[in-house]
């Protein structure tokens, strides 16, 4: 392959960025959907499809998506699972770039878990760099006078799962099959969407929530044709993205790698302006910038 002249943690590097630019792109198309159905919905039409392409891309590569390593594989689908459903749930119910910097906190919670239960020594270049990332993410935040409601807690909750997550993967599966990884959170996130989704259905929540977050509490609903065309479209990007980034992972220190995701809030930033035209303001266009800085010194 190409990449393979590089260093592991440049190949790293490489992938996670290609995977996380894309699900930049396919993130902003969930916004054609989001107003149909739930997030359990959503997950469960998406999984229903992208786990018959994962099923093919092993037959096409002779790789297994069997696990070996069940344990960490489960606790690692676990955190994964978590986090996806909270950033899902809340994206509707505010900007996605908004929501992406909630999530992408998860930078600062790698910096934690890896140095306090894990002991993992850091470098003072990725500690400056996180510091800067994560005031490039405040900017794009912009927490509000009244502070975080409950809502832009959520997607933060997803980036400290997400953080757990992404060490187990580089501590505990680099042996693993990516694809093997990437199936048991397909299978599980599915699973989670389709009893969340019945639980909705049966046992319906107050018609005040669901007057105010209807992603997070609808229950199942009729769709079209159209729906299964842009799902089609969705479940391909995050399969081609959650596999490059599951191998990114693999490859690269999670505290190293982590930086990179970064490139998500340019990615969805764009896209967002080219789809729906959201124009970043000049304190979000500078918390970009600082964010790109903060990739930079990393990469020096």
């Known amino acids: 392959m190409l990449l393979d002249k590089f260093a592991p943690a440049t190949r790293g590097a490489i992938l996670l960025v290609f995977g996380i630019s894309i699900f930049g792109f396919s993130d902003n198309l969930t916004l054609l959907v989001s107003d149909q159905v739930s997030v359990g919905q959503f997950h469960f039409s998406r999984s229903l499809i992208a786990m ?25 689908t676990f ?36 140095t306090i239960p894990f002991k993992e020594r850091i470098g003072w270049r990725r500690i400056v760099a996180v510091i800067i990332g994560s005031c490039g993410v405040l900017l794009v935040l912009q927490p509000g006078v009244d502070g975080f409601t409950f809502y832009q807690i959520m997607p933060m ?33 599915g699973l989670c969407g389709f009893l969340m989704t019945t639980m909705l259905t049966f046992y319906p929540v107050a018609p005040e929530l669901v007057e105010q977050a209807p992603f997070l509490f609808k229950g199942w609903q009729s769709v079209d044709g159209l729906f299964w065309v842009w799902m089609f479209i969705i479940a391909a990007l995050a399969s081609a993205a959650l596999s490059l980034m599951t191998r990114a992972y693999q490859l690269t220190q999670t505290s190293y790698a982590a930086i990179f995701e970064y490139a998500y809030l340019i990615s969805v ?32």
Request: aromatic share 14%; net charge positive; proline share 5%.
């Open 79 to 114: 955190f994964m699972v978590t986090s996806m459903l909270l950033y899902f749930g809340v994206m509707p119910m505010m900007p996605i770039a908004e929501a992406g910097a909630g999530l992408f906190t998860s930078p600062i919670f790698v910096l934690i878990f890896s």
């Open 52 to 76: 018959f392409m994962v099923l093919g891309l092993g037959r096409v590569f002779g790789l297994s998506v069997i696990p070996k390593y069940w344990k960490p594989i489960l606790i690692r």
């Open 269 to 300: 930033g764009l896209f967002s302006w080219i789809f729906w035209g959201i124009v970043p303001n000049h304190l979000s266009a500078i918390g970009i910038v600082l964010i790109i800085f903060a990739g930079v010194i990393i990469v020096l």
């Open 157 to 189: 909750m997803a980036g400290a799962c997400y953080a757990l997550g992404s060490i187990i993967t580089y501590r505990h599966l680099r042996e693993e099959s990516s694809l093997a990884i990437l199936m048991s959170f397909i299978i599980s996130i």
